[in-house]
């Protein structure tokens, strides 16, 4: 099982960013996607996930109206839609699969990704 996260990079503050999360070895119809980050010096943190159900999307109360979760299972693709950036943001972005419908914490999550950089500017 492989995910391979890319999309990160350096953008000004109000600016947008489209990360893409490619997953391989497993079926995207039975696993639920999520996204984390972890910044310098803080805990990893959940900030969107989407069921595998398709039922349920959660946001990350920070990231609610400026994220976009979508997935594209025939091309085994979650994407993670990132506008109005702020220096905030900046982070190792992480996508993840788990088998649960709705995970809930990190350990929920059983496949990991690398990690992609996304620094945003003031």
């Known amino acids: 099982v492989q995910l391979q996260a890319s999309g990160g990079g350096l953008v000004q503050t109000g600016g947008s960013l489209r990360l893409s999360c490619v997953v391989s070895?497993?079926?995207?119809?039975?696993?639920?996607i999520g996204w984390y980050r972890q910044a310098p010096g803080k805990e990893r943190e959940g900030i969107s996930c989407?069921?595998?159900?398709?039922?349920?999307?959660y946001y990350e109360e920070s990231v609610k109206g400026r994220f976009t979760i979508s997935r594209d299972n025939a091309k085994n693709t979650v994407y993670l839609q990132m506008n109005s950036l702020k220096p905030d943001d900046t982070a190792v972005y992480y996508c993840a699969a788990s088998r649960l419908t709705l995970p809930i914490t990190r350990t929920d999550y059983r496949y990991w990704g690398q990690g992609t950089q996304v620094t945003v500017s003031s």
């Open positions: 989407f069921s595998a159900n398709n039922d349920t999307i």
């Open positions: 070895g497993i079926d995207l119809n039975y696993y639920a």
